[in-house]
């Protein structure tokens, strides 16, 4: 069993920036892929961005080149640093772990105002 624990959220204005982090109870090197999701009242659950324990990562349209995901497989943490964020951008962030089980975090809040 895998526990992730988010933090970093917070309430910034549009334009600002914000770095998650997920603190992972196992090492990760052995977790196939370490992942951001967001859910948005009222919307869907959708991925943001994935790291593999190759390094290749994938991003949604929406936040290419303003968010980027990496892993500190030292530190068994992987991070997401959102730059130029937008209003639409609110939601709630959950890491999510992917190997022979998939696991959740319990989500960090991030609120950006316009």
């Known amino acids: 069993q895998v526990q992730l624990v988010e933090s970093g959220g917070g309430l910034v204005q549009a334009g600002g920036s914000l770095r998650l982090s997920c603190a992972a109870s196992?090492?990760?090197?052995?977790?196939?892929?370490l992942g951001w999701y967001r859910q948005a009242p009222g919307k869907q659950r959708e991925l943001v961005a994935f790291?593999?324990?190759?390094?290749?990562?994938n991003y949604a349209d929406s936040v290419k080149d303003r968010f980027t995901i990496s892993r500190d497989n030292a530190k068994n943490t992987v991070y997401l640093q959102m730059v130029r964020l937008k209003p639409e951008d609110t939601a709630i962030y959950y890491c999510?772990?992917?190997?022979?089980?998939?696991?959740w975090g319990r989500g960090t809040q991030v609120t950006v105002s316009s």
């Open positions: 196992e090492n990760i090197k052995f977790i196939n892929v």
């Open positions: 999510n772990a992917k190997s022979l089980n998939e696991y």
């Open positions: 790291i593999t324990t190759g390094g290749t990562t």
